[in-house]
């Protein structure tokens, strides 16, 4: 039996293992083919991205797992937050440790965080088409398709698929 996993705010000592565990989970699902495409680069850039968002980590035995980004409107990682949503992005688990439970435990915390947030009185997120073992976590954590929210990546034709849930 494994330990429990802790959901906690990332810190900088943790930011080299979410830009790896960040790094392969996209590559894994096959949307870039390279670490060194511009919006990879980005992606792995944690110290700037926590400067601008709250990032979370699942942590089990001292061991990063996983991470997610966490925004509401008007903040520079929100990228389809309402003004009564808190909305998660680069939800990503290392994929050496699939099923772990940790992609769980981070969306279960991030619903029980959102409904003590005054204001907030949902959560949405947006999930690439080909991430359906993404698609089959959100279902069961109580998420529904928000297809009329659905959107491109800028300048690709990467179709976005938005899900919501009310908490």
Not at 131 to 158: M, N
Request: no cysteine; net charge negative; charged share 25%.
């Amino acid at each position: 039996m494994h330990s429990q996993i802790l959901i906690r705010p990332a810190v900088p000592a943790d930011y080299d293992a979410i830009a790896r565990i960040t790094r392969d989970a996209y590559l894994a699902a096959g949307y870039f083919q390279s670490a060194d495409h511009p919006y990879m680069r980005q992606i792995q850039d944690v110290a700037q991205r926590a400067a601008k968002a709250t990032i979370w980590v699942a942590e089990r035995d001292g061991n990063i797992l996983g991470s997610v980004t966490l925004a509401v409107a008007g903040e520079p990682y929100a990228d389809i937050a309402h003004s009564d949503e808190l909305e998660f992005r680069m939800l990503v688990v290392d994929p050496a440790v699939q099923r772990s439970g940790a992609g769980r435990a981070m969306v279960e915390a991030i619903i029980e965080h959102a409904r003590r947030l005054p204001g907030i009185k949902a959560v949405a997120l947006t999930t690439g088409m080909t991430w359906e073992s993404a698609h089959g976590l959100y279902r069961k954590t109580g998420f529904q398709r928000a297809p009329e929210r659905d959107w491109l990546v800028p300048d690709t034709d990467i179709k976005l698929l938005v899900y919501r849930q009310d908490v």
